[in-house]
């Protein structure tokens, strides 16, 4: 599902216009963006927990040239599955 597909959907769910839509839609986003990037947890109950976790530096070989690379250290985003949204992908 593309954004403009979940816009509809949430617009014909809610009876909201697709402009109001999209407004909230990228409000929320934005939002649950910075939460993260002050490496702060996001949790909806049933759904799941978006959260950071620190990736450290290393060496890391190039398939094909074995050419040897330096990846510096990160932050990379995680997402635990909900136990209701993992059961009703489970059911489905």
């Known amino acids: 599902m593309k954004k403009a597909e979940l816009i509809q959907a949430i617009s014909d769910k809610t009876g909201l216009s697709k402009k109001d839509t999209t407004a909230t839609i990228d409000a929320a986003l934005e939002v649950i963006e910075g939460a993260l990037v002050a490496k702060k947890t996001v949790s ?22 074995d050419k040897v690379v330096e990846v510096p250290a990160s932050t990379a985003v995680k997402f635990k599955v909900g136990k209701k949204l993992k059961e009703a992908v489970a059911n489905s």
Request: glycine share 14%.
């Open 44 to 65: 909806f109950i049933g759904f799941g927990t978006f959260s950071t976790a620190p990736r450290a530096a290393r060496s890391a070989r190039v398939p094909g040239t």
